[in-house]
T-cell receptor
Framework: GQSLEQPSEVTAVEGAIVQINCTYQ??????LSWYQQHDGGAPTFLSY????GLEETGRFSSFLSRSDSYGYLLLQELQMKDSASYFC?????????FGTGTRLQVTL | DAGVIQSPRHEVTEMGQEVTLRCKPI?????LFWYRQTMMRGLELLIY????????DSGMPEDRFSAKMPNASFSTLKIQPSEPRDSAVYFC??????????FGPGTRLTVT
């Protein structure tokens, strides 16, 4: 099976950079995905890393190290609207297991 | 495309009643997933379908839960009889690949 660990909460100031870490244990690996969920909303896909290295999408970047079973999501130029929960997820080619989520609070 | 559509958005029912949740996936997506989200247990996969066929229902809590996908554009999740511990937000998601799933808005179920 799969298990993923994330910090439960992170607080950062508007305009700053924040990194959300994810470590995983898995019997098989099909890459690491990241999802964002605002309160009362649905999870939305942010990024996916199949191979080691950094993937950049605008203000968001995601990193994967398969040898360390570790990845992170990097959010730059934080905005108030980035306050949300962030989930890492991994699994097989056909299904995902989600981490417990990191609640990010962006303050002024 | 309108995205994944779920109905109802909110459901309040009494213990012992039957509850049916509905989902219309994005056209062309081969995979359909049903999740349950609670504060205590997080986001749990209940069951998923590939090309309308149930592939893995190991996450279904017990026999009170059942899911069907009679065609590529419709799926249901049924709870019978419902219990207070079933109160949660139920999400349907669809995808072409598992890693990029598109979630519906969810159904918030309250069982009293």
């Amino acid at each position: 099976g799969q298990s993923l660990e994330q910090p439960s909460e992170v607080t950062a100031v508007e305009g700053a950079i924040v990194q959300i870490n994810c470590t995983y244990q898995t019997s098989g690996f099909y890459g690491l995905s990241w999802y964002q969920q605002h309160d009362g909303g649905a999870p939305t896909f942010l990024s996916y890393n199949a191979l080691d290295g950094l993937e950049e999408t605008g203000r968001f970047s995601s990193f994967l190290s398969r040898s360390d079973s570790y990845g992170y999501l990097l959010l730059q130029e934080l905005q108030m609207k980035d306050s949300a929960s962030y989930f890492c997820a991994t699994g097989t080619a056909s299904k995902l297991t989600f981490g417990t989520g990191t609640r990010l609070q962006v303050t002024l | 495309d309108a995205g994944v559509i779920q109905s109802p958005r909110h459901e309040v029912t009494e213990m012992g009643q039957e509850v049916t949740l509905r989902c219309k996936p994005i056209s062309g997506h081969d995979y359909l997933f049903w999740y349950r989200q609670t504060m205590m247990r997080g986001l749990e996969l209940l069951i998923y379908f590939n090309n309308n066929v149930p592939i893995d229902d190991s996450g279904m809590p017990e026999d009170r839960f059942s899911a069907k996908m009679p065609n590529a554009s419709f799926s249901t999740l049924k709870i019978q009889p419902s219990e207070p511990r079933d109160s949660a937000v139920y999400f349907c998601a669809s995808s072409v690949d598992s890693y990029e799933q598109y979630f519906g808005p969810g159904t918030r179920l309250t069982v009293t």
